[in-house]
């Protein structure tokens, strides 16, 4: 079984502040996706990489697969309430079609007080 | 925006009884996964389909649940009977290749 292990597992900081949560594991993955979930929602997904070494910025949030494939790195530049949210990182053995199996972290839950 | 369809939203129901949930995926989409989220924790799958095939049920307790898609389109998720360790968010998800869409879950509580 592939696991991941995100940390923090809880962050509350003011709006304006910068962050950086973690997702590791001992196993390679082909990719691996970060997910935003909100109370009651299901899981959004965020970005998705591929390559290791690879960075992706989505406006605020920057998104880094580690060079082996086996961790990633979510930062927040200048955290706003909006981004409050439980924040998962989710990694794929396969490369697509009835392989594709994602395997979930426990997630970082996030908290930005205005 | 295409969306992955679950009903009902919310479900309460007593120990033992029989409890079931519906999803609809995005059209075209060939892959459709069931994940149960337990508060404070991650999702984890319990089964999946590729078209009506069942590719993955390794951890559905098989003794109280079962999951059909029977013309590879929409889903069901049954528990019989169901227990108070059930209570969890039951999400539906699918996806063409690796761009997977989640519906907003059922939550479904056991008293």
């Known amino acids: 079984t592939q696991l991941l292990e995100q940390s923090p597992q809880f962050l509350s900081i003011q709006e304006g502040e910068n962050l950086t949560v973690y997702c590791n594991s001992s196993?390679?993955?082909?990719?691996l996706q970060w997910y935003r979930q909100e109370p009651g929602e299901g899981p959004v997904l965020l970005v998705t990489?591929?390559?290791?070494?690879e960075v992706k910025k989505l406006k605020r949030l920057t998104f880094q697969f580690g060079d082996a494939r086996k961790d990633s790195s979510l930062h927040i530049t200048a955290a706003q309430p909006g981004d409050t949210g439980l924040y998962l990182c989710a990694g794929a053995p396969g490369s697509g079609g009835s392989n594709y199996k994602l395997t979930f972290g426990k997630g970082t839950l996030l908290t930005v007080n205005p | 925006e295409a969306e992955v369809a679950q009903s009902p939203r919310y479900k309460i129901t007593e120990k033992s009884q029989a409890v079931a949930f519906w999803c609809d995926p995005i059209?075209?989409?060939?892959?459709l996964y069931w994940y149960r989220q337990i508060l404070g924790q991650g999702p984890e799958l319990l089964v999946q389909f590729q078209d009506e095939s069942v590719v993955d049920d390794s951890q559905l307790p098989k003794d109280r649940f079962s999951a059909e898609r029977l013309k590879g389109v929409d889903s069901t998720l049954k528990i019989q009977p169901a227990e108070l360790g059930d209570s969890a968010m039951y999400l539906c998800?699918?996806?063409?290749?690796?761009?997977?869409?989640f519906g907003s879950g059922t939550r479904l509580t056991v008293v």
């Open positions: 990489v591929v390559t290791g070494g």
């Open positions: 196993s390679v993955f082909s990719s």
């Open positions: 998800a699918s996806s063409l290749r690796t761009a997977i869409t």
């Open positions: 059209s075209g989409h060939a892959t």
